[in-house]
């Protein structure tokens, strides 16, 4: 399961960190990711970060200014978001499989089996 929390509303040029707990793995092999779903549009990709190398991708959108960490002792994924935009604003997903999947696929929507719920982030002009 997956437990997403820390979205809100916040002035363009703000910050905003989200979570996401997830329970109940069987396997210490993972990749965890964000999307967003703009108001109107479609679901995409932010950020991905894999366990096995700890590698991270980003969206060119959002690189520079988003950081996808894991919490280790928490067993959490957060997404820092900095210098935010009003075309920021979305329902924010996490996403996660229990697997090493290659680095192409990180990006991809259907290689996640597992999603949260949704938090929203709002950020004011």
């Known amino acids: 399961q997956l437990q997403a929390s820390g979205g809100g509303l916040v002035q363009a040029g703000g910050s905003l960190r989200l979570s996401c707990a997830a329970s109940g793995r069987t396997s210490g092999t993972f990749t965890m990711a964000w999307f967003r779903q703009p108001p109107g549009k479609e679901r995409e990709f932010v950020a991905a970060f894999r366990r096995s190398g700890g590698n991270t991708v980003y969206a060119d959108s959002v690189k520079g200014r988003f950081t996808i960490s894991r919490d280790n002792a928490k067993n959490t994924v957060h997404l820092q978001m900095n210098s935010l935009k009003p075309e920021d604003t979305a329902v924010y997903y996490c996403?996660?499989?229990?697997?090493?999947?290659?680095?192409?696929?990180?990006?991809?929507?259907?290689?996640?089996?597992?999603w949260g719920q949704g938090t929203q982030v709002t950020v004011s002009s």
């Open positions: 996403a996660d499989v229990e697997s090493h999947i290659i680095l192409s696929s990180m990006r991809s929507a259907t290689s996640y089996p597992y």
